[in-house]
């Protein structure tokens, strides 16, 4: 083994290490993030998007949320996606849909811990 070697491994080890006691991302909303102007068009958003929930299905670091389509259209969904990224960076989102279907599925996922938040903003029937 060259010294080199050595050296990267040991750099390796000490990166993964550190990497390790960094604490993971913040899970805090910057509700600073939508502009006072965007904000009733969210707040109208979110509300249509949490009255469009229809079941939801649990996953390891999120839930998968069925959307009915007749409660909200798809640009809209993409649009409260839009502003949702801007101030909860820590989501995952994910909109998606299967040939026909009158239903939509949205996937919000995150770093450990973020279930919880999720369960409040979209809370079951």
Do not use: H
Not at 30 to 41: F, G, M, N, T, V
Not at 42 to 60: F, G, Q
Not at 82 to 100: A, I, N, V
Request: charged share 20%; aromatic share 6%; net charge positive.
């Amino acid at each position: 083994m060259t010294i080199t070697t050595v050296l990267c491994v040991s750099l390796l080890c000490a990166g993964t290490a550190l990497a390790q006691d960094k604490p993971g991302p913040v899970i805090a909303c910057d509700l600073k993030a939508i502009p006072a102007a965007d904000r009733s068009r969210y707040n109208d958003l979110i509300k249509r998007l949490r009255s469009a929930v229809r079941d939801r299905s649990e996953l390891t670091d999120g839930y998968v949320y069925k959307l009915a389509g007749n409660a909200i259209t798809m640009p809209e969904v993409a649009e409260w996606m839009g502003m949702e990224c801007r101030c909860c960076p820590f989501l995952k989102l994910q909109l998606s849909t299967s040939g026909s279907q009158p239903d939509w599925l949205l996937t919000l996922t995150g770093p450990n811990g973020v279930k919880t938040l999720l369960q409040v903003e979209f809370p079951t029937r």
